[in-house]
């Protein structure tokens, strides 16, 4: 069983549509990280959080360390957010980090 | 700043030879972390520095990989002799202090994406 399960594997929405991607995760952390990788295949860092909720524009992220349970959200969504949506935890506070496989969103127009 | 630059941004080369990844972590940035992405497995650690000292580098697969930080803005991975298995994309980051909220944001090069024929 992976450290870092990540749900949907692939996700696909009507642009305007809410998304909600999940990660729940089996051992202990210090910090969640939420990256995004688009098709061109750079990586770039959305949130790194340790607890409670953080937002930024359309993007919001949470976690529920009790849970092991974190959830990233976009509302009102874009074609331009359809990427691979990474879901990663450090352990011990070095940035070693255990990723998931990935949420590939694709937003319709 | 420009950001983690990585070079090549793509190799292809036969097995047997030695391939050298390059990485310029942005400067300050204390951490420099070498990631491996595959299909099969996604992303993987393989290797990180803190100020230069290699830290972990229990995901480095096999002897054939290794990697230097000679100095705060430059380092290399380097895989000798390579091996098909070994096609993947290479990502380098950096990061000023990854244990803290507000100063743990990894930045990531483009990545450099090597086909071992």
């Known amino acids: 069983k992976n450290e870092v399960e990540q749900s949907p594997q692939n996700l696909t929405a009507q642009e305007g549509e809410f998304i909600t991607i999940n990660c729940s995760y089996s051992v202990g952390i210090s910090a969640l990280h939420w990256l995004q990788q688009h098709p061109g295949g750079g990586i770039v860092s959305l949130f790194m959080?340790?607890?409670g909720k953080k937002k930024h524009g359309r993007l919001i992220a949470t976690i529920n360390i009790q849970e092991k349970h974190s959830s990233l959200h976009i509302t009102a969504s874009h074609p331009r957010d359809s990427a691979v949506y990474i879901c990663a935890v450090d352990p011990g506070s070095q940035g070693n980090l255990i990723f998931g496989k990935g949420t590939k969103l694709s937003v319709k127009p | 700043d420009a950001g983690v630059i990585q070079s090549p941004r793509h190799e292809v080369t036969e097995m047997g030879q030695e391939v050298t990844l390059r990485c310029k972590p942005i400067?300050?940035?204390?951490?420099l972390f070498w990631y491996r992405q595959t299909m099969m497995r996604g992303l993987e650690l393989l290797i990180y520095f803190n100020n230069n000292v290699p830290i972990d580098d229990s995901g480095m697969p096999e002897d054939r990989f290794s990697a230097k930080m000679p100095n705060a803005s430059f380092s290399t991975l380097k895989i000798q002799p390579s091996e098909p298995r070994d096609s993947a994309v290479y990502f380098c980051a950096s990061s000023l202090s990854p244990g803290l909220a507000d100063t743990g944001e990894l930045f990531f090069g483009e990545g450099s994406r090597l086909t071992v024929l």
């Open positions: 400067s300050g940035h204390d951490y």
């Open positions: 959080l340790s607890s």
